[in-house]
T-cell receptor
Framework: AQSVTQLGSHVSVSEGALVLLRCNYS??????LFWYVQYPNQGLQLLLK??????LVKGINGFEAEFKKSETSFHLTKPSAHMSDAAEYFC???????????FGAGTRLTVKP | DAGITQSPRHKVTETGTPVTLRCHQT?????MYWYRQDPGHGLRLIHY???????DKGEVSDGYSVSRSKTEDFLLTLESATSSQTSVYFC????????????FGQGTRLTVV
């Protein structure tokens, strides 16, 4: 069964610093991978997705992620953090031919002024 | 909001009572999902549906049942609510194409006292 592990339940960065949120997946079939963001008291919003077209995926709000099969990773990055990036971020995986989507435990990002 | 409405948005109920949460979509999407979100666990899949009257269990289905008699509605029922079912419940929908992401509703906060 597929699963994802997010390393670090809390990440704190200074405004303008690099954001790196880690996600490793486990899937017995080629996966689809997703990053979602959740702002307080809201639902989840898609940041970006990997569907095998390109290993480097660009998303909204300046975020990007790179699929590395050899490392089974799909880490999320942003070169320069903004205060508005403070939120909780979730990595998710779905195997090809599967209907369900499994999420990681989430990483709460804090951005310090 | 991707045409998803969850109702109610907030509910407080007593232990042992039945509770039904409703997810309504206007997008005619094939796949619908129910997740629960708890601190430290991310989102965990309860049940999902891949068509009218076609449903399957997720990873935390015990104590929950679902029904989908129409494409647009997916109901989640707690037959006899327990305090461990206090959570935020999210509905999600997904188009039938293989590589698509899920879109989420705003969530229902359920408290079982």
């Amino acid at each position: 069964a597929q699963s994802v592990t997010q390393l670090g339940s809390h990440v704190s960065v200074s405004e303008g610093a690099l954001v790196l949120l880690r996600c490793n997946y486990s899937s017995s079939v080629p996966p689809y991978l997703f990053w979602y963001v959740q702002y307080p008291n809201q639902g989840l919003q898609l940041l970006l997705k990997y569907t095998s077209a390109a290993t480097l995926v660009k998303g909204i709000n300046g975020f990007e992620a790179e699929f590395k099969k050899s490392e089974t990773s799909f880490h999320l990055t942003k070169p320069s953090a903004h205060m508005s990036d403070a939120a909780e971020y979730f990595c998710a995986v779905r195997g090809t031919g599967n209907n369900d989507m499994r999420f990681g435990a989430g990483t709460r990002l804090t951005v310090k002024p | 909001d991707a045409g998803i409405t969850q109702s109610p948005r907030h509910k407080v109920t007593e232990t042992g009572t039945p509770v039904t949460l409703r997810c309504h979509q206007t997008e005619n999407h094939r796949y619908m999902y129910w997740y629960r979100q708890d601190p430290g666990h991310g989102l965990r899949l309860i049940h999902y549906s891949y068509g009218v009257k076609d449903t399957d269990k997720g990873e935390v289905s015990d104590g929950y049942s679902v029904s989908r008699s129409k494409t647009e509605d997916f109901l989640l029922t707690l037959e006899s609510a327990t305090s461990s079912q206090t959570s935020v419940y999210f509905c999600a929908i997904r188009f039938r194409r293989e590589d698509t992401e899920a879109f989420f509703g705003q969530g229902t906060r359920l408290t079982v006292v």
